[in-house]
T-cell receptor, first 116, second 116 residues
Framework: AQTVTQSQPEMSVQEAETVTLSCTYD???????LFWYKQPPSRQMILVIR??????QNATENRFSVNFQKAAKSFSLKISDSQLGDAAMYFC?????????????FGKGTTLSVSS | GAVVSQHPSRVICKSGTSVKIECRSL??????MFWYRQFPKQSLMLMAT?????????EQGVEKDKFLINHASLTLSTLTVTSAHPEDSSFYIC????????????FGSGTQLSVL
């Protein structure tokens, strides 16, 4: 079975600084998707970034980028120029590819606080 | 982008009553929907996978007689918490799979259930 591990329950960063959230996963599949979701106090799940495992290039979305190390099964999220609105719980998630009806498997989450 | 509507957003009920939560895909037909449960400051735990026109697939440890899932149409899945007890109090979130690419999942805004 696939598992997702986030070893940092809480992280903090100052505004305008950079922070990296860690995620490791375990799978025997060779192809899959990895995601980072943000859950602000409203509790709405917001997709931050997505990575297909077969792509070697790290995904980037504005201030958000990932460091995907497939061999190490590591998928960290870097937030640059942190803003107060980035404060939220962040979940790393895994999903099998090319198979209908498979759910996301989430890590336990990292609560990010941003100070001014 | 695609929208998933979840209703109600908050419900308070007495112990022993049943509560129905609706999850609707507003602009696409979702053959597969997922139901998650989230305790405060914890991860999303998959409860069941709901496929239109067939019985739901429940995760291990989830009581299918307590959490009734019905996916009678391509745009609506419902979760009924039967004979609710205080320990059923939680945040419930649905997610719908976009049918064409199948890789995209869209989340409802969640339902906070409080059982008195």
């Amino acid at each position: 079975a696939q598992t997702v591990t986030q070893s940092q329950p809480e992280m903090s960063v100052q505004e305008a600084e950079t922070v990296t959230l860690s995620c490791t996963y375990d799978t025997s599949e060779s192809d899959y998707y990895l995601f980072w979701y943000k859950q602000p106090p409203s509790r709405q799940m917001i997709l931050v970034i997505r990575q297909e495992a077969y792509k070697q290039q790290n995904a980037t979305e504005n201030r958000f980028s990932v460091n995907f190390q497939k061999a190490a099964k590591s998928f960290s999220l870097k937030i640059s120029d942190s803003q107060l609105g980035d404060a939220a719980m962040y979940f790393c998630a895994y999903r099998r590819i090319n198979q209908a009806g498979t759910a996301l498997i989430f890590g336990k989450g990292t609560t990010l606080s941003v100070s001014s | 982008g695609a929208v998933v509507s979840q209703h109600p957003s908050r419900v308070i009920c007495k112990s022993g009553t049943s509560v129905k939560i609706e999850c609707r895909s507003l602009d696409f037909q979702a053959t597969t929907m997922f139901w998650y449960r989230q305790f405060p400051k914890q991860s999303l735990m998959l409860m069941a996978t709901s496929n239109e026109g067939s019985k739901a697939t429940y995760e291990q440890g989830v009581e299918k007689d307590k959490f009734l899932i019905n996916h009678a149409s391509l745009t609506l899945s419902t979760l009924t918490v039967t004979s609710a007890h205080p320990e059923d109090s939680s945040f419930y979130i649905c997610s719908a799979q976009e049918p064409i690419s199948r890789e995209k999942l869209f989340f409802g805004s969640g339902t906070q259930l409080s059982v008195l």
